[in-house]
């Protein structure tokens, strides 16, 4: 069993800057890919960057230059970097992670991670 863990959410003004980060737990042996992924109300969730076991990212066109995706030697600790904030980008923000290897088309699919953390909330002021 993988347990994951976000923090770093909270408020902040349009064209400002937020990191968040997502500790995983448990079995934690074996080629994982971690994701990031969000949801507004009212919408569906949706992929915004993930890194695969190898190190290896996959971005959303729409966070492309504006956030990045890291994760810690041992593969246990995610952040995401995100600036140039925009009121779009208010929503709760998740941490996922799936034992998989190969490929990248999958990455930044919600329908294709096994295990999820409770999820922080973005705020992003006009």
């Known amino acids: 069993q993988v347990t994951l863990v976000e923090s770093g959410g909270g408020p902040v003004e349009s064209g400002g800057s937020l990191t968040l980060a997502c500790k995983m737990s448990?079995?934690?042996?074996?080629?994982?890919?971690m994701g990031w992924f969000r949801q507004a109300p009212t919408k569906e969730r949706e992929g915004v960057a993930a890194?695969?076991?190898?190190?290896?990212?996959k971005y959303a066109d729409s966070v492309t230059g504006r956030f990045t995706a890291s994760r810690s030697n041992d593969k246990t600790m995610m952040t995401l970097e995100m600036n140039t904030l925009k009121p779009e980008d208010t929503a709760m923000y998740f941490c996922?992670?799936?034992?998989?290897?190969?490929?990248?088309?999958?990455?930044?699919?919600?329908?294709?991670?096994?295990?999820w953390g409770p999820g922080t909330q973005v705020t992003v002021s006009s």
């Open positions: 448990g079995y934690t042996d074996g080629y994982y890919a």
């Open positions: 996922a992670a799936v034992l998989r290897i190969g490929g990248t088309w999958w990455m930044l699919l919600p329908q294709e991670y096994k295990f």
């Open positions: 890194i695969d076991g190898g190190g290896g990212t």
